[in-house]
């Protein structure tokens, strides 16, 4: 008995993680020079209500009370280009999968928006999110927020992210067509190569997985 609520409090113990853990910290750290701080942009937060980068509904904030630790990266240019990745820590694993099944469920939820907004252009028709599983860690999924482009009269991309769930962790990256280059199925690469990093690296975090 005793070894079980030991065992269950280790589990529920919160997890700190490392500064430059996540694979774009380095980068976001560094310093930049004048020129460069004219056209690219970092940000990096420890807060603990985020949201998840990958919003289909538009939530503001998420309540930490199943959250142990959370880390995100935004990145922005003036290219334009806009990339992220998120590390959640949740209190336990069964956590970790409500979550990932309450983003899934946004994602049905709010999937089509007539006017597109606050994603696509004043009067350029409707967006949808399109979702694919994925084999990486203990259950993941592609994720694409595309939009109807009236003039060439089919889906473009706007947006591609993945999730991965791992053990207690929640990991995501996503970005849009600049910021990974084309085809699409360079972008669905690098997605999964970055992902797939993060799901091994995270198990050397104290009972994560």
């Known amino acids: ?17 490392p500064k430059n853990f996540l694979l774009t910290e ?8 004048e020129i460069e701080k004219s056209e690219v942009w970092w940000r990096i937060s420890d807060k603990a209500t985020a949201p998840l980068t990958l ?14 630790a959370v880390r995100t990266i935004l990145h922005n240019t003036s290219a334009p280009s806009y990339s992220s990745e998120q590390l959640v820590i949740h209190r336990s694993g069964t956590a ?9 469920a946004d994602a049905r939820r709010c999937r089509v928006k007539p006017d597109g907004k606050p994603y696509s252009w004043s009067d350029d028709g409707k967006t949808r999110w399109v979702v694919a599983p994925a084999r ?5 999924a592609l994720m694409h927020l595309m939009m ?10 706007l ?12 990991i995501l990256y996503s970005g849009d067509q600049e910021s990974f280059g084309y085809p699409q199925k360079r972008t669905v690469k690098a997605l999964r190569k970055s992902a797939a990093e993060m799901a ?10």
């Open 200 to 209: 091994a690296k995270v198990c050397a975090l104290p009972k994560v997985c």
């Open 1 to 17: 008995m005793m070894i079980t609520l030991l065992a269950v409090a280790l589990a529920l113990t919160p997890v700190q993680i």
């Open 159 to 170: 947006l591609s992210g993945i999730v991965v769930r791992k053990g207690r962790a929640l």
């Open 26 to 33: 380095k980068a976001a750290r560094t310093p930049l020079s």
């Open 55 to 68: 919003n289909p509904c538009g939530r503001k904030r998420v309540s930490p009370a199943n959250r142990s």
């Open 96 to 104: 970790a999968r409500t979550a990932l099944r309450g983003l899934l």
């Open 136 to 140: 990486i860690g203990d259950e993941a």
């Open 148 to 157: 109807y482009d009236k003039l060439n009269k089919e889906w473009a991309h």
